[in-house]
């Protein structure tokens, strides 16, 4: 299939765009909150549960326009709702992307190849919930008799990620009685220390990968098995400790999972849009179904905010139309996700294969080479971490870095001023990488001469704040959804299909060839570059010594 559409950079829009950016380039936000008082309230939205903040962005009034005309101009409209009418917008690899549907309502009903999704996806959840009550209520028994006490998730990237950022997120409303452990690198070490001191006869293992064929996932699962028969002393046992989460239940046979013990998912689910599939079997089992509803209820809300409301007040609109602005015209290379919450802490390794493997392209949809940068690289640590290690480089680094400031306003644990302390932070960081301090104030307090260069902060550096009332299941919903859209926006603006991975593929294959000449035993002669050639040489000579 090909799509032919004009190249982003001789859009009128883009053009606009690149003159506008010299005129925005020779002021300040410093100079632009000084001209207009009200700026701080002008480029905000507000949504129930959640305050965006873009005014700290280097931005006018004209800036917005360009970029919501540049939007209109790149068919984001009709590209929306050709997602949601299930149109199959993943070109190359003929498929819908309908994440959209995994939240849907039961009544909603959204067609694909002549059928209506939705109530499978709701079959799905309804099993989901039954398993997972029996498992919290310990109804579910292992084999010998006992309980479950510890739930082991196999997968690897959007079956790990996903996950393991939402249990963290949720973790205060997690049954405490059941332990939960993650496993997803091919390390054996990753292995040892999750089940180290488990007991297999109290652990249920969900073995979750969209393939079932994954090298990892599947290397981690048969280890898991032996592990378990080897301690329960019979095959049998499989069945009452291995769950799978998969779209392919023949591989999932294979293995020696009973069909019965296998929660299914669809082609049209991304990997990395999938947490809120039945690979969040483990964040139901963790939260219980009634939160994981709500949790999807916070997906729906932002899914309906970006399908719905007009580009100047549609926050993931304009979040990805601000990453466009700073890739496309001020260079920027990456993006910081800096959460004020600990519950957050892996929300940004979760963010980075939501980005990086959506936008990290280099190929339009119609096969061109793109001529401008893509997928800024994400990265970010907890606030206030993260400012006693590489703050510096945002404050008075030579990069320009934009950054998205995400806080609470109630703390799910209120200790003393702990909250306040922390929300001060968000606050402070944003207003000083926005105005910074300069060499005239710096001098004003008595720093000599020679030093006032070291204490100088150019601030202009930009950032969103998001401002969420509470870290519930709805609102770490909303977020995920929220970035999900963002990432669209962009994908759509730059003319790739954010829904392939074919990136990953080729390291993949060349793993799988060298593989065998690991072996010491294996005596065909090497055939890669002269590098290759020696570092394998190496490590067989040192791996037995
Ligand atoms: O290698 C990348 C990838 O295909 C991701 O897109 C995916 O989330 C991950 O591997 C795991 O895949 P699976 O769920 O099929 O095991």
Redesign the pocket.
Known sequence: MTVNRLPLKQLSAWRALTEHSQVISQTSLKTMFGVESRRGARFVVKEPGIYFDYSKNLITGETIRLLIALAEESGLPSRIEAMFRAEKINITEDRAVLHVALRAPREEVIMLDGENVVPGVHGVLDRMADFSSRVRSGDWKGYTGKPVRNIINI?????DLGPVMAFEALRHYSARNLKFHFISNIDGTDFAEATHGLDPAETLILV???????LE?MTNARTARRWLVDALGSEESVRNHFVAVSTNADEVSKFGIDTDNMFGFWDWV???YSMDSAIGLSTMIAIGPQNFRAMLDGFRSMDEHFRRTPFERNIPVLMGLLSVWYAGFFGAETLAVLPYDQYLKRFPAYLQ?LTM?SNGKQTTLDGRRVDYQTSAVFWGEPGTNGQHSFYQLLHQGTRLIPCDFIGFCRSLNPIGDHHDLLMANVFAQAEALAFGKSADQVREEGTPDWLVPHRTFEGNRPSNTFLLDELTPQALGMLVAMYEHSVFTQGVIWQVNSFD?WG?ELG?VLAKNIAPELDTANSTVLRHDSSTNALIDHYRSRKTA
């Open positions: 997968g690897i990237g959007g079956s979750c990968s969209k393939t079932f064929t994954t996932t991304g990997g990395r294969q493997e991975q990953v993949k």
